[in-house]
Structures are given as C-alpha cells and as structure tokens.
C-alpha cells in the first residue's frame, strides 16, 4: 500500500482530527506538525491538539482562529486562516467517509516518516561509530502504531481477572533455588519481571545464577545465559558439574566425559524444551542495547527466544549512553535491563555486588546496601548471600530475602553448597555464627 498524504489527504485528516473525537484520539499521538506541507495546516493541527490537552475537547472553528491570532507572522491575517477552514470543512465526503480506511493511511505515512527519520539519525550515528544504538531507534520506530488498547476496566471484568490472578497463578512461574523462597512467592517469579541477587566479591553470585538457569531448565525453560566475566566454557563447565554431578575437578578426565557426555543427554531427554545459550562479551564493553541485539539474533538466526535470561553480572555492563556518576551510571543500566524483561516478556536475572564490609553483617540488607540500593529499587525481587569464614568451611550459607513485590520480604533461609559439584540446596538448620 502506498501512504499517499496529498494536499486533499491533509485536509481530510484535519477535517477528521477537529471534528471527530475517536479519530483524534487514535491518531493525534502519530501525527507530527512537520508532516503537513502547509504552515497553515501544521498551525491548525496544534491549536487543536493544544485546545484537547487544555479542555478535554475539540475547539470549534472560532476557537481555532482566536487560537492562532496571537501566533500570527507579518504576513499572515485571520481571514487566511478562515479561507483554510472553510475548504477543510467542504473537503470531499469520499476523503473522510471512510474513517478506517483514513485512520490505517496516516498510521502508515506516520511510520514511513518515522522510519525515515530513524535512518537518517542512524547514518550519524554510525559515523560517530555508535553502532550499538542504531538497532535501539530503529526498532522505535517500528512500533508506531495506533494503540487502541486503554488497559483494564476494573470493574468489567472481576470474575476474569480473578481468574488469571488466583486461578492460574502458578502457571508460568519461575522458580528459584530455594523452596521456601517459592511457596512466599506463591509458585515463584513470573515473567516481565527482574530478580537480583546481591552478594560481597568471591561469595557465590555467579554460582547462584548458574544453579537459578539449571533450575529453569529443569521445569523445560530456555535459558540464555550473558557472561561479562568468565568465558563461555567456564560458565559451561559449571553448568556440566551442577547437572551431572560431576565434580569440577574431575571434568578434565577423559574417563568421565563420556559419562556427562551420557548423563547431559538424560537431562535433555528427562526435560524436554530445556535448552541453554551462553555468550560472554568483554568486561565493561556491552550494553543493554548489546543484548538486545544478541536477543534480536538468536530469534532470526537460531528461532531461538529465551524464557529466562541471566546477566553476569549488573556492573560489567555499561549504559547505553555516558553518565559521569558511576551511581547514576548503574542505576541506568538496571532501569534498561527491566526494560528488556518488560519488552521480550522474559524473567531477568541479575547480581549486583557489595563492598567486602558485606561480610561484616550477619544479613545484607537494604541498609547496608547504600548508593546501590537504586538498582534494587528498580527490580520486583532481589536476595542477599551472607557467609562466614566458618560458614564457608562448612558448606554453608545464609540467604536473605531484601525485597520482595509479590511475596514475603525480610526473612533468611538456610543454604547449602557442594563445592566439588558446585550445587546449592536449601539447608535444613541455619548456622548461628556470624562474621567477625
């Protein structure tokens, strides 16, 4: 279809846009001044916008004009502007009778336009060798359209809505490693969400997201997991210990890797639709519109598109744009990386790390968490690692539960970690000792 946007087209939207409310409605938010040829059209279309946003209301023609007198240039008079009206308004029926048909014709030059707009911006920023932000405009202007949709009615629909909160709340739940952290999440996280484990350096984070994507596949997920630490065969060695058993140091015997070889290929089998991406990017180098594109990819290239998707972890990454404050920097990507969550309807998750006087509190809560806590401001679930020196020689550790949107926040739960398989479980008694 080509979107014709004629002299008479324009007209017959401005006729539409001042005299038909469900039309202005649909459209006013795609429609730009520049896209009318005439000043006098893109002045008229203004006025009423403005007058709407004022009152609530179309103006009538005289509001128009009482409108854009005090606006007018040397050259112009009111009387032009009643001329312009008047052929608006006697615009021919076959133009504007059709209002579908007018409504799908301005959606689509508004979109042509925008993605005209889009190219050109993406030629500059190629040159100024920003090539991670054309995809991020680009897809922008792919979703102009009219959105019709005026979200819930709350009393319209109560005994639906029962029904998808109560009735169907454990469908699609992801759940986390830990039981007791599941039955206060009434079945677990849901998608369209961002979890955050926090922890100091060398206490385990890396090690929960890895066990958090074996869990996932374990209830038939596709995970993709985003490394921006270790490369991609550390992260999968860890995976192949965690889901065969198969202690890390024993991986490199030949004698064992026909028998994860053959205990892998029960998994796929025992958990069907499981299936696991890793990709590792440069410390500091990726953004989020990095793993939008990698995300954009593995659709096109491998059908590929995760239900879950890990990042190792927050800090590495960087915003998509410059910001001085490293606290506002971190802020930003955790705010981009929900984003991605919210847009691919995907659970995220994510670490986040804490100086080493972590270590010094019994729980990491929000109060130790100061500067950062903006990050987990910004996520509907985030849970804290807390281990002593003699937790630690134990194969013990404490899980704090810091924030939590749709279940029990504030309370810990016993952890248990094998180091030879690197799994965590749920522990049966909580150590009491606390760090020095």
């Given at each position: 279809?080509?979107?014709d ?9 401005l ?6 409310k ?11 001044p ?22 609530g209301k179309?103006?009538?023609?005289d509001?128009?004009?009482q ?7 040397a ?8 001329d312009?009206?008047s ?16 409504l ?12 005209k ?5 993406s ?14 405009i680009?897809?922008?202007a792919?979703?102009i ?43 677990g ?21 890895v ?13 993709l ?8 065969d ?10 065969t058993?198969?202690p ?7 004698a064992?890797?026909?028998?994860v070889?053959?205990?892998l ?8 639709g ?11 180098q ?10 954009v ?6 059908e ?13 990454l ?8 490293e ?10 990386l ?5 847009e ?9 790390q ?7 509190v019994?729980?990491i ?15 509907d ?12 020689d ?6 704090f539960?810091?924030?939590s ?13 094998d180091?030879s398989?690197?799994?965590?479980s749920?522990?049966?008694e ?7």
């Open positions: 279809m080509a979107y946007f004629s002299e008479n087209i324009q007209r017959g939207v006729y539409l846009l001042k005299s038909n469900d039309f202005y409605l649909q459209i006013v938010n795609l429609v730009q520049e896209y009318f040829e005439f000043p006098s059209h893109s002045k008229i279309f203004t006025k009423v916008r403005e007058h709407y946003e004022k009152y179309l103006p009538t023609d509001f128009i004009i409108d854009v007198k005090p606006t007018l240039g050259r112009e008079n009111a009387s032009d502007y009643e312009e009206l052929y608006i308004n006697n615009v021919d029926s076959s133009t504007v009778g059709n209002t579908e048909y007018m799908d014709l301005v959606e689509g030059f508004a979109k042509k336009e925008a993605m707009s889009a190219i050109a911006d030629i500059l920023l190629i040159k100024e060798d920003r090539i991670d932000e054309v995809e991020a680009v897809k922008q792919l979703l359209n009219r959105d019709v949709d005026t979200g819930q009615d709350y009393f319209a629909d109560i005994a639906g809505r029962w029904d998808r909160i109560f009735n169907k709340k454990n469908e699609n739940k992801y759940k986390t490693v830990l039981p007791e952290i599941n039955k206060s999440l009434e079945g996280l849901g998608s369209k969400e961002m979890a955050m484990v926090v922890a100091p350096p060398g206490v385990g984070k890396s090690l929960y997201l066990n958090q994507g074996v869990h996932s596949m374990i209830e038939g997920r596709k995970v997991y985003v490394s921006c630490e270790m490369s991609e550390k992260i999968a060695q860890r995976f192949d210990s965690i889901m058993l198969v890390q140091c024993k991986l490199k015997d030949p064992n890797q026909l028998t070889k053959e205990r290929d029960i998994f796929k089998e025992e958990f069907p499981s299936e696991l991406i890793i990709k590792e990017f440069p410390t500091g990726a953004t989020i519109n990095t793993i939008r594109n990698l995300l990819q593995l659709k096109n290239y491998e590929f598109e995760p239900d879950l998707l890990i990042v190792d972890y927050l800090e590495l960087r915003p998509t744009r410059d910001i001085q404050q606290y506002h920097a971190q802020q930003r990507v955790a705010e981009e929900r984003g991605v969550a919210m691919y309807n995907l659970l995220v998750w994510t670490a986040t804490t100086n080493r006087q972590g270590k010094m019994k729980f809560t929000d109060a130790e968490l100061g500067d950062s806590y903006g990050k987990i401001r910004t996520c679930f985030a849970l804290s690692l807390n281990q002593s020196e003699e937790e630690f134990q194969g013990q550790m404490r899980a539960v810091i924030k949107r749709n279940g029990r926040p504030r309370f810990a739960v016993p952890m248990e970690i180091y398989t690197l799994r965590m749920e522990g049966d909580m150590f009491t000792g606390e760090a020095e």
